[in-house]
């Protein structure tokens, strides 16, 4: 059985989980990073994705993301047609890694951003949840990524909302203040996710 050992770590845009992840690295814990299986996954199925949305979204046996990500959030209908493609090939990598690091029996990482959105399709019981206020958020967002107020709100409220995150999560790391609050939040967490 795969995810026994599983602690899902999940937030929103802006809130910080990125950070805490190279901190659960940092402390030598096994991580399965969900984006970046995708990422290993959409350009394994390149082929694929050239039949589904035509030839100009793959370049040089990779496909362009950024080109897809146009199509793709433009057009509700085509990233349902990506999703089913996907996401089943992206839940079998994980579960193929799980596997292996439920073998060590000690807690292990799987940074999923969108855990609450797509629920159900990963068993896992636990989940970490690194939070901030909305309007921090916002605020963050807009720094990192140079993007408006309006831009950014739709980034924002394209994901379930941070508080109802909160709400569902199993453990809750405060990332509104600064980093030196967060190492501590961080550090408290990890000390009820040791088994």
Same mark, same amino acid.
């Not at 897809?68 to 433009?74: Q, T, V």
């Not at 970490?128 to 993007?147: F, N, S, T």
């Given at each position: 059985?795969?995810?026994? @050992?599983? $602690? $899902? ?8 989980? !990125?950070? #805490?992840?190279?901190?659960? /690295?940092?402390?030598?814990? !096994? /991580? ?8 290993? #996954? ?12 035509? =030839? ?27 999703? &089913?493609?996907?996401?089943?090939? *992206? =839940? ?17 990482? #799987?940074?999923?951003?969108? =855990? =609450? ?11 970490? $949840? ?19 107020? *309006?831009?950014?709100?739709?980034? *924002? ?6 508080? &109802? ?5 199993? @453990?809750?790391?405060?990332? !509104?203040?600064?980093? &030196? ?7 408290? #967490? ?6």
């Amino acid at each position: 059985m795969a995810f026994d @050992y599983a $602690v $899902v770590l999940t937030g929103g845009i802006a809130t910080g989980k !990125s950070t #805490v992840a190279k901190l659960f /690295l940092e402390d030598g814990f !096994s /991580l399965i990073d969900a984006d970046r299986v995708a990422h290993y #996954v959409l350009d394994l199925n390149h082929n694929k994705i050239a039949e589904l949305f035509g =030839f100009n979204y793959v370049v040089d046996s990779k496909v362009d993301r950024k080109a897809l990500g146009g199509l793709i959030f433009s057009n509700p209908k085509e990233k349902l047609r990506l999703e &089913k493609l996907l996401h089943p090939l *992206i =839940f079998e990598e994980i579960e193929r890694k799980a596997i292996l690091f439920d073998k060590f029996k000690k807690s292990y990482i #799987v940074d999923i951003p969108l =855990f =609450f959105e797509s629920m159900g399709r990963y068993p896992i019981e636990n989940s970490i $949840v690194v939070y901030a206020p909305k309007e921090l958020q916002l605020e963050r967002l807009m720094l990192r990524d140079g993007l408006n107020n *309006i831009e950014a709100q739709q980034r *924002i409220d394209s994901q379930l909302s941070i508080e &109802k995150k909160r709400d569902l999560g199993t @453990y809750i790391i405060d990332n !509104s203040k600064n980093l &030196k609050n967060l190492q501590q939040e961080y550090v408290r #967490v990890k000390k009820q996710i040791l088994i």
